[in-house]
């Protein structure tokens, strides 16, 4: 009888432990862990595809573009705010536009190595070697940014924004499973201000290159108000926005503090038509986004 009593609160204690190390894991503070030394090598490839229908006919391209860099932590402060160094070391692309309007690159290939200075690949070459002071806080929220240059309007011209981006914004305080956040943000596209609205929940406590990760799911709402865009092109026209969606993944190191890998899918299929003096024109266009982040070292 006291044997069996003895199973029993044996079994009592180990169920409990287990559910204690369970709900210990369901609720978890997600934090940005700098510490100085710590040196981290990423991959980042964006691949675009976009189809434009006019009268005239339809066009395609697309665009790969990736690169490799080494973020460095040079320097924490005493209230978290971590400077950093980001260095491209590698750069990749290959642009299909059509007889006479593609082509490829890759530095690390010697022929191609020799387009450097060449103000054809300014916009890619100014990435290789270059080293981007950036200031962020233990919540993702980039304080600072120094060194950023390029062709305005290039696709291959690193921005404000795409860094902002490497760093996904966490709640203050620990969160549970299921429990999601947003975000606002309104960006410029070609002189018309395009707003996001994004919606993260923390899916699941997984494992993921060898370490416990956040799984955070994102759905983006993309709207375009034409009535304050600067350029004037725009205000010429008539455009009516047919579809504007994103989604993603990102898996996050909980215990280190670092991004692991961040997937996800942009789309924006819309119709424009306007008048260019006395010719009236229709057309649509149809683009996808997708990228991809991932920790390679």
Known sequence: MKRWMLMCLALVMSSAMAF????????VLLQWKFKKGQSLRYKQVMNMEMAMAMPMGEQKFTISFSSWFTQKVVEVSKDGIATLKLKFDRVKTKVNAGPGRSFSFDSKNPDDAKKIGDPRFKALTDLVGKAITVKVDKTGKVQ????????PGSPFTLKKRDIEDMFLNFPMGPIRVGASWTKKQVRDMNGMPMRIDAK????DITKSQGRTAAK???KMKISMDISKANNPLFK???IQVKKSEGSGVFHFAIDEGYMLSAQGTTTIDMEMSGAMGENKFRMSQSVRVKNKLELIK
């Open 236 to 238: 010429q026209m008539k």
């Open 216 to 218: 955070i799911d994102t």
């Open 200 to 203: 993260f929940k923390l899916s």
């Open 20 to 27: 204690g190390q369970t709900t210990s894991r369901e609720e």
């Open 144 to 151: 600072k940014i120094q060194g950023l240059s390029g062709q």
